[in-house]
């Protein structure tokens, strides 16, 4: 098994431990793909099996369930993949949260759409640092 070694801001990951979440994407999304409208919801399929496992990685067994998203850290419309070291729970509670960086991930994918970011930037930099990307993009909160 995994173990944790993430920093936490009041018991909740800011931010996806390295050593399990790493990113992955999808080879077969292009571009093209995840440009076309529902694309991500044609490829969403995260079982309620992974996301038991992405909390037990996570040592978070006896957390609120409903406080949380099982995220995927390379979002679905930039062409992440469903696999389990593409996930990580994230708060709904914390300052820096899921519903943030939802923002974060509508405002690459519109950038990419639009050619206005290529898909490997956008990847490569919701990965590295989610937190960074969404105050270069959207600003501060």
């Given amino acids: 098994m995994l173990i944790s070694t993430v920093s936490y801001a009041n018991d909740s990951p ?22 076309t409208k529902g694309y991500a919801r044609s490829v969403r399929h995260v079982t309620e099996s992974t996301k038991k496992k992405v909390f037990l990685f996570y040592k978070d067994t006896d957390r609120n369930k409903d406080s949380y998203e099982v995220d995927h850290l390379i979002p679905l419309e930039l062409g992440g993949s469903n696999d389990i070291i593409n996930l990580w729970p994230q708060s709904y509670t914390i300052q820096w949260n899921a519903h943030d960086k939802d923002k974060l991930e509508n405002r690459l994918h519109r950038l990419v759409c639009k050619d206005k970011l290529d898909l490997p930037t956008a990847q490569f930099e919701i990965a590295t640092d989610w937190i960074s ?5 959207i600003g501060d909160k």
Avoid: H
């Fill in 133 to 137: 990307a969404y105050k270069k993009y």
């Fill in 14 to 35: 800011i931010k996806p431990d390295r050593i399990i979440t790493y990113g992955v994407v999808d080879i077969d999304a292009t571009k093209e793909k995840i440009c």
